[in-house]
């Protein structure tokens, strides 16, 4: 059989994607940075069944697929209810609300994060509070934790930054100290280890966003919520659905914000492949660390490789700049995670000023995402890590 995207012949099963390359060099980036192509064809077949299902059952608003995809996904993070939502988004921002957190309350968390983690403490109400990053690991550092807590202090959002968790045991530690709120943003970081607990396991509440890029996408905008509280999930359920459960019985205002049945169909047939999916990755980082040993860019440690997901593989490297500009004209396509911080962002000025934290603003001039997604082939790795030495004047 003959893959119908990339024409190579013998596309085995289902699982396995090692017969498909992302090598395209007509007209395309030799590697470029994402392909959901890879990952969507070999899956075609279940996700074609999936999508028919709910034409068939035509549910598609809270219907079979979403109640099956909850209990499928909370189950695989060891936690007891899951609450499809539309976005990453609007799982920040409702489980803030949950916890009825909001005007004249502060809620702290990473200065290196996207935007959508600030956006969503502000549509709240409530006010955002940065904490600098740790340099080694780009998550949150836990020792500058502790002096950014006020009496208007209600909760921590730790981001579990390119798929690697957060230091949670100590920022638990202090949030129960003071009474804290952890809302763990596992958007990056779907299936991820930390200790014995996946992420979404490790605080009160987490949020997850399903856009496609994400370790475990939808084809389009989705998101969920998961928790052990039985009365946060009751809230959010209503929260979610117009303040409804039952049919036209308004119980609290509330919002649209619903997962739609056809993207939770096809999350679930996604979501039995998410840890194979993540060993690829894993694999394609412990090759780039490899290759990449003798030109001087700075790479992920591989000994947290066994809790990281690698949703982005990001290195420091000098020159940022001119080496991104290399690998382009050489058809090798990277991202910058993020290249503006938060509080240098036209619209989020009032949150900083230019040196309140140097680890985010150093490394923003520093790090640089290389391609990373599920299908990315031996063979795209080292070419890019040659152009990557080439510029260096070195050979991988
Ligand atoms: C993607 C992402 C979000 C938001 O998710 P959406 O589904 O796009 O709304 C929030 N936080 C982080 C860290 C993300 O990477």
Known sequence: MTDKITGHAERSSAVDLRSTSSVVEHGRPVVPFVDLKVIHDSLDVEIALAIQSVVDRSDFILGRSVAEFESAFAEFCGVQHGIGVDSGFSALELSLRAYDIGPGEEVITAANTFVATVAAIEACGATPVLVDIDRETFNLDPQLLEEAITPATRAIIPVHLY??????????????????????????????????????????????????????????????????????????????????????????????????????????????????????????????????????????????????????????????????????????????????????????????????????????????????????????????????????????
């Open 163 to 396: 798929g690697r968790p957060a230091a949670m045991d100590q920022i638990t530690a202090i949030a129960a100290r003071h009474g804290l709120i952890v809302l763990e943003d596992a958007c990056q970081a779907h299936g991820a280890w930390y200790g014995s607990s996946r992420a979404g396991a490790l605080g009160h509440v987490a949020a997850f966003s399903f856009y496609p890029a994400k370790n475990l996408g939808a084809l389009g905008d989705g998101g969920m919520i998961v928790t052990n509280d039985d009365a946060i999930d009751a809230r959010l359920r209503r929260l979610r659905n117009l303040g409804s459960v039952e049919k036209y019985r308004h119980d609290v205002r509330g919002f649209n914000r619903r997962l739609d049945t056809l993207h939770a169909a096809v999350l679930n047939a996604k979501l039995p492949h998410l840890d194979a999916h993540n060993d690829w990755r894993r694999r394609a980082a412990a090759r780039y660390i490899e290759l990449l040993a003798d030109v001087p860019v700075i790479c992920p440690r591989f000994a947290d490789a066994g809790e990281h997901v690698f949703h982005l593989f990001v290195i420091e490297a000098p020159q940022r700049d001119a080496l991104r500009s290399h690998l382009l004209d050489m058809g090798f396509e990277t991202g910058i995670h993020y290249p503006i911080p938060i509080h240098h962002q036209p619209a989020y000025r009032g949150l900083g000023a230019v040196g309140d934290y140097p680890m985010t603003e150093e490394s923003a001039n520093r790090i640089l995402s290389l391609p990373m997604y599920v299908g990315i082939s031996d063979d795209a790795i080292e070419r890019t890590c040659d152009a990557i030495a080439s510029f260096y004047g070195r050979r991988a």
